[in-house]
T-cell receptor
């Protein structure tokens, strides 16, 4: 089941620069997308989300962009900080009709390392 | 800030034994979920639960698995007869709604090791 893909297993950026994490999806019925951050031995922590009716959502240093025609979303972190070093998961949901059970489909995750 | 809690944090069991993983969702949430993450793999959906019944379950969630909300605050996942391949981190999550802007909040997880 590869409905949500994060093709880059890892990313390394310098502190203060921009981090861009990418996510692709195949199911055109997905209408809600979320990014979670995960530290080792902890549960995923919600970061930011976007509905399919929007193409951008911003929250502080975090911005998520959605390109529905390309079935692609990205998370931008500006400026990146060493504390941002973690695994970032993209997740998607289909909220239509009988599919509206809340089930999230996750990508494989991208490990971000922000170097001081 | 309200949070989802899970107990135990670690559980070691022998193959064939029953385990019960416990979760306390956020108090005003109505939708509850279990996910798991096998080491090195992606987080996988197991089951969603609403109004005291399962609303969706994955292929992984076979007859060995069951969920229950026994007392209005706890949400449990039972694995009746554990297998080696059940070794994973199990995450509980909860949300106020299943659709729209319903964000799922995850607990810290239970690491299950089946020997």
């Amino acid at each position: 089941d590869q409905q949500v893909k994060q093709n880059s297993p890892s990313l390394s950026v310098q502190e203060g620069r921009i981090s861009i994490l990418n996510c692709d999806y195949t199911n055109s019925m997905f209408d809600y997308f979320l990014w979670y951050k995960k530290y080792p031995a902890e549960g995923p922590t919600f970061l930011i989300s976007i509905s399919s009716i929007k193409d951008k959502n911003e929250d502080g240093r975090f911005t998520v962009f959605l390109n529905k025609s390309a079935k692609h979303l990205s998370l931008h972190i500006v400026p990146s900080q060493p504390g941002d070093s973690a695994v970032y998961f993209c997740a998607a949901r289909d909220s239509h009709g009988s599919s509206n059970t809340g089930k999230l489909i996750f990508g494989q995750g991208t490990t971000l390392q922000v170097k001081p | 800030e309200p949070e989802v809690t899970q107990t135990p944090s670690h559980q070691v069991t022998q193959m064939g034994q029953e385990v019960i993983l416990r979760c306390v969702p956020i108090s005003n949430h109505l939708y509850f979920y279990w996910y798991r993450q096998i080491l090195g793999q992606k987080v996988e959906f197991l089951v969603s639960f609403y109004n005291n019944e399962i609303s969706e379950k994955s292929e992984i969630f076979d007859d060995q698995f069951s969920v229950e909300r026994p007392d209005g605050s706890n949400f449990t996942l039972k694995i009746r007869s554990t297998k080696l391949e059940d070794s994973a981190m199990y995450f509980c999550a909860s949300s106020q709604t299943s659709g729209g802007l319903g964000t799922q909040y995850f607990g810290p997880g239970t690491r299950l090791l089946v020997l």
